[in-house]
């Protein structure tokens, strides 16, 4: 699976939206980007994923890069519930498993 | 409720002890893995696997040992050969790949602290 590069930290105004980056220059045709998010002390939830559309639901949007080697999720109206540690992977797809690697996300806090 | 279920949440070990960390899912989920957190820490995977009675090291597979002879169950086993397992201990599970991708789901973890 390839390696993703995300911002140690990140603030974001209460009521903005926040744009958290993540760096993929090495990703493979088969690989999705995947997004999750954990609260402290709690197992990462999932958030959103896609392969090269941007992609929208309740929670966010995710936006790809045309070539693939970058992505952006964006929580379009931030509240105090969204400060969390954000992971961004990368997984290949049709496969039944394989190794899947996070690194140390993005530790996003939303102040008042 | 469908899910996936770690057991105990807090367990503390003497030094030298083995101990075994249970998760169990029922969503028919073929992949289980097994991740570590440190305290400021990403994730670390320990060992996967992708079907019954198979299983494969991850990043930091010394000192651990799993099974999975079900499965719904994919327990790990710290032994007393881990020099610092005092973790936050992660399972999660994945069904087959589809063209829409195969996301892994989490469950809740367990705080393992070494006395």
């Known amino acids: 699976d390839a390696k993703t590069t995300q911002p140690p930290s990140m603030d974001c105004a209460e009521g903005r939206a926040a744009n958290l980056p993540c760096n993929h220059s090495?990703?493979?045709?088969?690989?999705?980007v995947y997004w999750y998010r954990q609260i402290h002390s709690q197992g990462p939830q999932y958030i959103i994923h896609?392969?090269?559309n941007n992609e929208t639901n309740e929670m966010a949007s995710l936006i790809i890069t045309e070539d693939r080697k970058s992505s952006t999720l964006i929580l379009p109206h931030a509240t105090l519930r969204d400060t969390a540690v954000y992971y961004c992977i990368v997984r290949v797809v049709n496969t039944n498993a394989g190794k899947s690697t996070f690194g140390d996300g993005t530790t996003l806090t939303v102040k008042p | 409720d469908g899910g996936i279920t770690q057991s105990p949440k807090y367990l503390f070990r003497k030094e030298g002890q083995n101990v075994t960390l249970s998760c169990e899912q029922n969503l028919n989920h073929d992949a289980m893995y097994w991740y570590r957190q440190d305290p400021g820490q990403g994730l670390r995977l320990i060992y996967y696997s992708q079907i019954v009675n198979d299983f494969q090291k991850g990043d930091i597979a010394e000192g651990y040992s799993v099974s999975r002879e079900k499965k719904e169950s994919f327990p790990l086993t710290v032994t007393s050969a881990q020099k610092n397992p005092t973790a936050f201990y992660l399972c999660?599970?994945?069904?087959?790949?589809?063209?829409?991708?195969?996301?892994?789901?989490f469950g809740e973890g367990s705080w393992l602290t070494v006395v």
């Open positions: 896609g392969l090269k």
């Open positions: 999660a599970s994945s069904p087959p790949g589809r063209g829409d991708g195969n996301t892994i789901y």
């Open positions: 090495t990703i493979s045709g088969n690989e999705y």
